[in-house]
């Protein structure tokens, strides 16, 4: 979601909103995850703290019709053509009527749709790549009996985000996991970046 907003222009790291703790859409209450409100934050500060009314935020500045579409250029909702049996697709079918924002607001947090392992990774993958979705792949090259070696090239599948977006969302995972949430995820020598996540079971 942050990324995305990011790469329309619509929003920085910088932009500020203010949280009142609660999104109120279609008789639903939606609360940040501990429960509390923070006043003015930055769109780094909402990643840092895992804000659900700051992500709710990021996606009304993209719009329904344009956090569907990056949604689908990440690779949520179909397959990504590992070369593995049994690959789930995820479903990303309740965002198909683009006037129910509720379900918009959810999924800009994560909740009310369903991506597989494999696409999650892709999508960070695609971040720390630049913005540039690449195939997963199992196999680096092939060695043959009699020696010979072929390597097997990575597949560009496309680019999602610019350059310049990719940076400002690693840098803001990175902040996630130096101030944030993430603290426990650090590894000395490492830039780690990475975002907590927010699930009801």
Known sequence: TMASALDSGRLTPET??????????????????DLKSYGRQTMTEVLEKSLNTGAIFAQKTLGNKNF????????????????????GAGNIGNL????????????????????????????????????????PQIVEKVIYP?????????????????QKAALQISQMLRSVVVKGHGKRADVPGYLVAGKTGTAQV
């Not at 500020?16 to 995850?33: C, F, L, P, R």
């Not at 959810?106 to 494999?118: D, E, H, K, R, Y």
């Open 16 to 33: 500020i909103y203010v949280d009142s703790g609660v999104v109120q859409e279609a008789g639903y209450s939606i609360k940040n995850s």
């Open 96 to 135: 198909k009527n683009l006037n129910r924002n509720i379900e918009f607001f959810t999924a800009s947090f994560g909740q009310g749709i369903t991506v597989t392992p494999l696409q999650l990774i892709s999508a960070y993958n695609a971040l720390a790549n630049g913005g540039v979705l690449l195939k």
């Open 146 to 162: 009699n020696g010979q070696e072929e390597e097997i090239p990575p597949q560009e599948v496309r680019r999602i985000i610019s």
């Open 68 to 87: 569907l579409e990056y949604l689908k250029r990440f690779g949520f909702g179909e397959k990504t053509g590992i070369d593995l049996i049994g690959e």
